[in-house]
């Protein structure tokens, strides 16, 4: 099973809302993935969470904030969001890290949008 | 710098055409893995192969088939038979040696494969 959940499929936001997107994973990975994709451009890294702890964050804003409860499950909470946030957020998770060894895999995504 | 290049922003063939979508990466480490993912409509990358450096043997699994040659730093990616399901955005990536877990996508080449 190279399964990677991802809730809800499709989020609508205010400015001024509080919104978290779950990500969540059952093979066993200890790496698990934050990416923004916006539209007809390549995924860009957002966060990476190595055995439950923050490995990389690649300086995105604080209005994003990742969380790691477990081994199999990923957080993003959301606050403050401006239009520009409006993207495709995926979630990935690969056994482990290391350079590229371990292939990642991704769940199908949510779709957001700031208004 | 680490680069990937997609020249083929669209491509759009007939099904049961061969298809060819092209990669070239840039790199100086003789160590590095290369990768393509499938982004169909819904969203989710789905990861297709994985290729070390010391590895040039070409792969073919069903209809796909991958070309790796280092002389040219390509990674090239065959469709046989195309089918209308292969319609997606593929991506070439390369692990960045530098970073651990990032991968340095290509741009994409759009792939449309009419009935």
């Known amino acids: 099973d190279t399964e990677v959940t991802q809730t809800p499929k499709h989020l609508v936001m205010g400015m001024t809302n509080k919104k978290s997107l779950k990500c969540e994973q059952h093979?066993?990975?200890?790496?698990m993935y934050w990416y923004k994709q916006k539209a007809k451009k390549p995924p860009e890294l957002m966060f990476v969470?190595?055995?439950?702890?923050?490995?990389i964050n690649e300086s995105v804003p604080s209005r994003f904030s990742p969380e790691c409860p477990n081994s199999s499950l990923l957080n993003l909470h959301l606050h403050a969001l401006q239009p520009e946030d409006s993207a495709l957020y995926l979630c990935?998770?690969?056994?482990?890290?290391?350079?590229?060894?371990?292939?990642?895999?991704f769940g199908p995504g949510t779709r957001l949008t700031v208004t | 710098a680490q680069k990937v290049t997609q020249a083929q922003t669209e491509i759009s063939v007939v099904e049961k055409e061969d298809v060819t979508l092209d990669c070239v990466y840039e790199?100086?480490?003789?160590?590095?893995?290369l990768f393509w993912y499938k982004q169909p409509p819904s969203g989710e990358l789905v990861f297709l192969i994985r290729?070390?450096?010391?590895?040039?043997q070409n792969e073919i699994s069903g209809r796909y088939s991958w070309n790796f040659q280092k002389s040219t730093s390509s990674f090239n990616f065959t469709i046989t038979a195309s089918q209308v399901v292969d319609s997606a955005v593929y991506f070439c990536?390369?692990?960045?040696?530098?970073?651990?877990?990032?991968?340095?996508f290509g741009k994409g080449t759009r792939l449309h494969i009419l009935p």
């Open positions: 990536a390369l692990s960045d040696t530098n970073r651990d877990d990032k991968i340095i």
């Open positions: 093979m066993g990975h200890r790496a």
């Open positions: 790199t100086r480490d003789t160590t590095y893995y």
């Open positions: 290729r070390n450096s010391f590895d040039e």
């Open positions: 969470y190595s055995y439950e702890k923050l490995s």
């Open positions: 990935a998770s690969s056994q482990d890290r290391g350079q590229g060894y371990y292939e990642q895999y």
